[in-house]
């Protein structure tokens, strides 16, 4: 075929030669790969035969891993949880008060001179932390206020924050306690740093921690802090652990600048830490651990006791100047509020303005304050008007007994009032006030005291010729000074004390001589009462008919009846001791039984 003829075309538009090219190269390509193509085929059709069981295999597939998201979820879902419960429960319930806001200064703090003079110079240091650094000296870390409750304790610690120009944080230490271990230590580890946020931003702060003894105990006196119980309120000895760190820190950096500034090696030097005073209160120091009072924790202790005459007259004319008032008697008011705490001074003041309040008044007077001084002291006055005379009788022998033993035995106490009359638990009583402050007592004294305290039963013995079961507290509070007497304060010839020796009672010798001596003592009281039988009639008769005597006319019956016995003496016994076997009801009751108290 010549060059000029045509070459021919195939129905897909190539030449022959290029199909076939084509063919073969696809054709070469496929022996070359024949082992994939192979492996492929296997592949399809295991899975084609695999199918079915495939098919089922992906919804156990699908639930593991809606499983595994599940389970994933639950434990983001708990560490959350707890985070959240351990940051609000770490978040103790403290106030905070700032500079101010107390409103109550050293003005404002009465009845204890030394005291403030040493709250005093507390504030001082804390006003001048700068000044005082520069001396070489170190600031107060701590500051125990000890002494009995209502003394006034938190309200000097106000007043210190006041004066200091600093704020006040108050926390009860119990509040620190938690059943979930290392709750306790969350809370002091936050409350201590926000107490240092704040005395980085104010110069100073104060932290002031009320019944501090109830985390602060002497480890010695706790349990191993093991198992349940360890896990119960704090775990043991933790908190206290913690709180000792707290109070003495190591030096730290507690900003974060500061602390990359250090980590670059860009700031050398002691880290300082805010000034944060720690003050706690309590009623019971000496079971504080000892390392939470040595230097360097609470570096000052201040006893806040009772106030003197001096105090008491000074709190007086204090909450007096607040209210509306008659001219009262405030040496009359101080001697009848021996003993009182500042906190008792102020309830009695106030009740003394209820009481004029509602009966009509615009000031109040001394009879207001007697009135509010008797509800403090024994209870609220309650009159039983239907007892039986034969009941009356005897409870008003049972307390001229009393009475009478208290004017004649007890010379540095006046009777103030003895009732027949129901005033809280007592169905009557007899009351004395000392004459004047008291700290010590001699022997004497206390017999005295025992003595009182069994003239009621020596009463009955000569008055009724019976015996009444209105003597418990009489039984127990002569027992108890007897025991005193005998096993603490060597007045029995034995110079053996039960502190000592650690005893909660007396050993059999023992408890013999305190027998002996209430013995003895009751003799005594029987025999003085039958010298003045005559006053013990006409006390009694009184109280019969007019239900309460004061101090006064107990005094002038019993000098009436010395001088004129044969006025006063009964004139057969039936008018003394009526019907002796009468019922007991209502003294056979074992819930009235411990009100018959003097």
Not at 486 to 503: C, D, K, T
């Amino acid at each position: 075929m010549s060059s000029n003829e045509p070459t021919p075309i195939t129905a897909t538009g190539k030449p022959p030669d290029e199909i076939e090219a084509v063919v073969d190269s696809v054709m070469a390509s496929i022996g070359r790969a024949w082992k994939k193509i192979v492996l492929l085929a296997i592949i399809a059709g295991a899975i084609w035969m695999l199918y079915p069981i495939l098919s089922g295999l992906a919804s156990y597939l699908l639930y593991g891993m809606m499983m595994l998201f599940q389970l994933a979820f639950a434990v983001v879902f708990m560490i959350v949880q707890f985070v959240a419960l351990f940051w609000f429960l770490g978040r103790g319930r403290t106030y905070w008060v700032k500079p101010g806001e107390t409103g109550v200064g050293f003005a404002d703090y009465k009845g204890n001179p030394e005291v403030l003079e040493a709250a005093r110079r507390i504030v001082v240091l804390l006003r001048g932390v700068k000044r005082f650094k520069e001396m070489g000296g170190e600031t107060t870390r701590g500051l125990l206020l000890s002494g009995p409750p209502g003394t006034g304790k938190s309200y000097l610690a106000q007043c210190i924050a006041t004066e200091a120009g600093v704020p006040f944080g108050y926390a009860s230490a119990p509040s620190f306690q938690n059943m979930f271990m290392g709750i306790g230590n969350l809370r002091v580890m936050m409350l201590y740093g926000k107490a240092r946020n704040l005395a980085k931003k104010y110069g100073a702060c104060i932290l002031f921690i009320d019944e501090i003894d109830a985390i602060g105990a002497a480890r010695s006196s706790q349990g191993p802090g093991m198992g349940l119980g360890g896990m119960l309120f704090g775990g043991g000895s933790g908190l206290l652990n913690e709180l000792l760190l707290q109070m003495d820190p190591p030096p730290q950096d507690l900003s974060r600048i500061g602390r990359i500034l250090r980590a670059l090696g860009l700031r050398k030097g002691k880290s300082v830490l805010p000034p944060v005073l720690t003050m706690g209160a309590t009623n019971l120091p000496e079971v504080l651990d000892p390392a939470l009072l040595r230097p360097g924790r609470f570096d000052k202790q201040i006893r806040v006791d009772l106030p003197d005459a001096d105090g008491r007259a000074e709190i007086i004319e204090y909450y007096l100047a607040r209210v509306k008032h008659d001219p009262i008697d405030i040496e009359r008011f101080v001697s009848d509020t021996i003993n009182y705490t500042p906190v008792a001074i102020k309830y009695v003041i106030n009740e003394a303005v209820i009481h004029a309040h509602f009966r009509g008044a615009e000031a109040i007077n001394y009879d207001d304050i007697t009135r509010a001084r008797e509800v403090y002291e024994w209870g609220l006055r309650q009159p039983i008007k239907n007892m039986s005379p034969e009941d009356r009788r005897r409870l008003a022998y049972h307390e001229a007994g009393h009475a009478l033993a208290q004017y004649l035995l007890l010379p540095r106490e006046r009777v103030s009032k003895v009732t027949v009359v129901r005033y809280g638990q007592a169905l009557g009583l007899s009351a004395t006030k000392p004459v004047e402050q008291t700290y010590t007592a001699d022997r004497n004294e206390l017999l005295a005291h025992i003595k009182v305290s069994l003239a009621s039963r020596a009463a009955e013995h000569i008055a009724l010729k019976t015996e009444l079961n209105g003597v418990t507290s009489d039984l127990e509070q002569a027992t108890r000074l007897a025991m005193m007497c005998v096993g603490m304060w060597g007045m029995n010839g034995s110079l053996v004390s039960m502190r000592a020796l650690g005893q909660a009672t007396l050993d059999g010798k023992s408890a013999e001589s305190v027998d002996k001596l209430l013995k003895e003592q009751f003799e005594e009281v029987k025999t003085l009462i039958e010298q003045h039988k005559a006053a013990l009639h006409a006390i009694a008769r009184q109280l019969i008919e007019r239900e309460e005597l004061t101090g006064e006319e107990v005094a002038e019956l019993v000098k009436q009846a010395d001088a004129s016995p044969e006025r006063f003496l009964p004139e057969s016994p039936t008018e003394v001791s009526g019907s002796v076997s009468a019922p007991l009801a209502a003294y056979n009751n074992p819930e009235t039984e411990a009100s018959y108290r003097c």
